[in-house]
């Protein structure tokens, strides 16, 4: 294509007939439209930003002198919708979950016996799984309304996903209709897209052959080729599709995991022949040591076994925790391994002040990936001493220097296992951990208990500020297209746009604009185009659900899942901030309030409430809301409940289900769980044995109900 005919000749366009300005606009828009595709679906850019704007330019001047010109056809976008730079979001039906990890067999035995006491199944009652290959590839979730394919959306963050109806379309493996009969009205059918060795490599050729992007492994293959928004790029990628799972369905598949795989089979799909029923964990084991040693010759990717409890009557008892389910556990391949040398140790400031000592390696391959940095753990992992200056059993003190073993678990940062001392240089020398911040010279201090040491600087520390906006920015936080670690750090340091806090990141636009001098589209690696993306992207996220919001704050111990389980307690920001600026750490009903949420201790609960009371970290937070709409929780509730909503208190001995069971159903349902009643209190749920509960109940008012009562109100 004509790359270099760019907007160098305004003067001679100014002069054009209308006929001529006609056709120079058709051929200016072709290279446009050709230069989108290769920036937005195959990430190859073949127009410098500022060639791609001088066209755009020229595009403009034409049309400003011929209006005809300006259709909805013209990449300009001047007229009509701007066409999507994105995939469109999709909220899953029902939540797509991952899977708790399993290293050891005794974890294995652990989980059958943890289930058993779920149920109150005795030791020998029988409990058959099934156990699957585990794919190592990307979940994908189809679903289906009268046998035909309408929607295919990639997993996310569980809840919200990505619509890539169009490219799943291309793949051979999805059948569209469904094949067979009594097909439900709807199905959601769940499952991993993978790219297998064979083809990986042809396509990495291939790539390689015509200058394309080659990828590191089969499973980033597998997921840049889905997330393609040409779906013609798709299509000529050899993706394949195994069905292992399913979300809402109008018609239950089967009784049992084993009964549905092959009804999916049935149904059109492929599903893994290695797949099989097995009556307890000596069985499971078994499998896993065959799956394991097939693993080389299988022809893609596998990263571990996944068992399942096989009858689906059980596993609806067994429900699922925040993010996943009782009823299932991948069982991981043991890491790679192998030994290098340490160069260097480093020190990084995270963004709650932790300094975290980094390996820094002599590149080394583990398991098809080089490696060059690991984590260290903390201070006493290096000194193979604890605080007391104790030895640690089986830890060695490692030294710049050292011969030392790097080991890589699945997705996992790799870590450092061990040390050879035999080939330890005579001069090296025990490494003293800093006791000041490098980054902003505070003192580090560590406090009791913790093994971590810890900068005191807050926000005055650069490196601390830097990585919370980073954090700030994260898939799981504010996720702000465009807006990634690499311009953190850019505009951190810039002295005009100073992103210093995250409320900064919401006047950049306006900053921006107020500069003369130096704007954001004029600067390297910035163009008219991104710059307006990133804006757009920023101001999309002024509206942000109020999980992510608070995740994003950086709360010392809230991850993602206690943002969720914050946000669906108490449902708007007005709400969460108010009770936390009334909280006080450790007593009072505010803090009585927070510590009943299922899932939220002592520790999480006290560091949220004093983040509220820090006056420096409060003023930012309310900068910071000052420019957001924030949307409330909407817990997933199934409809109908009589319990949604409400507090529901347990106490004696439950016979028709496990304590633990009831509690978690209760909460399935909606309601929230306490420990003690109180005049919020809606249900005393009492079984025989109901002691000082029962009496707070009576004296309060508050509704008892037996078991069985109890089991009719929640159907
Ligand atoms: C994979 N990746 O092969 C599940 N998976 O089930 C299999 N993943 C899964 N099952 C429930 N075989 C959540 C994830």
């Keep these: 294509m004509a790359g270099n005919d760019t907007g160098e000749e305004p003067k001679a366009d100014a002069a054009l007939t209308a006929v001529e300005a006609g056709r120079l606009h058709a051929e200016l828009s072709r290279i446009v439209t050709e230069a989108n595709r290769a920036y937005f679906a195959e990430d190859a850019p073949i127009l410098s930003d500022a060639d791609y704007d001088a066209i755009k330019r020229r595009l403009l001047a034409l049309e400003g002198r011929f209006p005809g010109l300006a259709t909805s056809e013209s990449p300009t976008g001047q007229v009509g919708a701007a066409p999507s730079e994105t995939f469109a979001k999709v909220r899953h039906a029902v939540r797509m979950l991952s899977l708790e990890n399993a290293f050891e067999d005794a974890e294995i035995t652990d989980f059958d016996d943890r289930i058993r006491k779920y149920l109150g199944l005795g030791a020998h009652a029988p409990l058959a799984f099934t156990a699957e290959p585990k794919i190592d590839g990307l979940s994908l979730s189809l679903r289906y309304e009268n046998g035909r394919l309408v929607q295919a959306a990639t997993r996310g963050d569980g809840e919200t996903g990505e619509n890539v109806t169009a490219n799943a379309r291309t793949i051979a493996d999805i059948p569209d209709p469904l094949q067979g009969a009594d097909i439900p009205a709807v199905l959601e059918v769940r499952g991993e897209v993978y790219m297998s060795h064979a083809d990986f490599a042809a396509l990495n050729a291939r790539q390689q052959a015509t200058g394309g992007k080659t990828f590191a492994n089969p499973r980033n293959a597998a997921a840049g080729s889905l997330r393609q928004l040409d779906p013609s790029i798709t299509a000529a990628r050899p993706l394949k599709f195994f069905a292992y799972a399913w979300g809402e369905t109008s018609a239950p598949l089967a009784a049992s995991q084993s009964g549905a795989i092959a009804r999916l089979q049935e149904l059109g799909f492929q599903t893994n022949d290695l797949t099989l029923r097995a009556e307890g964990p000596a069985d499971l084991l078994a499998a896993y040591r065959r799956i394991e040693a097939g693993r080389a010759t299988l022809g893609y990717d596998i990263d571990g076994v996944v068992y399942k409890v096989d009858d689906l009557a059980l596993q609806a008892r067994l429900g699922f925790r925040s993010t996943t389910p009782r009823w299932a556990i991948a069982h991981k391949f043991p890491a790679q391994l192998a030994w290098t040398r340490l160069e260097a140790i480093d020190i990084q400031v995270g963004r709650t002040g932790a300094l975290s000592p980094v390996a820094r390696l002599l590149p080394v391959t583990v398991g098809g990936v080089v490696v060059q940095n690991a984590t260290l753990h903390n201070e006493d992992y290096i000194a193979g001493r604890d605080s007391r200056g104790e030895a640690i059993r089986g830890a060695k003190d490692i030294r710049i220097g050292d011969w030392v073993q790097v080991y890589r678990a699945g997705d996992v940062i790799p870590k450092i296992a061990d040390v050879d001392l035999s080939r330890r240089p005579a001069d090296a020398v025990p490494y003293e951990f800093p006791r000041l911040c490098p980054e902003c010279r505070s003192d580090a201090v560590r406090e ?268």
Excluded at 551 to 556: K, M, S, V, W
Excluded at 597 to 617: C, D, P, R
Aim: proline share 4%.
């Design 448 to 715: 009791p208990g913790d093994s971590v040491r810890r900068c005191t600087g807050g926000m005055s520390c650069p490196a601390q500020a830097v990585e919370k906006l980073k954090h700030f920015v994260s898939r799981a936080a504010f996720d702000i297209e465009g807006l990634g670690a690499k311009q953190i750090e850019m505009f951190f340091d810039d002295p005009v746009l100073r992103v210093r806090e995250p409320a900064d990141i919401f006047t950049l636009a306006a900053r921006d604009s107020a500069n003369p001098l130096q704007k954001l589209k004029n600067r390297d690696g910035f163009g008219e185009r991104s710059v307006a993306n990133l804006f757009r992207a920023i101001e999309e996220r002024r509206t942000i659900p109020l999980n992510r919001l608070i995740f994003a704050l950086g709360i010392r111990h809230v991850g993602e899942t206690a943002a969720q389980l914050l946000a669906n307690h108490y449902r708007t920001w007005e709400a969460f901030e108010s009770t936390m600026t009334a909280a006080t750490a450790g007593s009072g009903p505010e803090w009585q309030d927070l510590t009943d949420i299922n899932g939220v201790g002592s520790v999480l609960a006290a560091s949220v409430v004093t983040t509220f009371h820090q006056e420096a970290e409060r003023a930012m937070i309310d900068r910071l809301v000052a420019h957001l709409t924030v949307q409330p929780a909407v817990p997933r509730v199934v409809s109908g409940s009589a319990i949604a909503g409400k507090t529901v208190v347990f106490t004696g001995t439950l016979e028709k289900m496990t304590r633990a069971e009831a509690k978690a159903r209760a909460e399935a349902l909606g309601a929230r769980v306490a420990g003690s009643v109180s005049a919020r209190t809606d249900f005393l749920v009492a079984g025989p044995g109901a002691g000082s509960k029962a009496k707070d109940a009576a004296r309060l008012g508050v509704r008892v109900l037996d078991e069985d009562e109890w089991l009719a109100l929640i159907g």
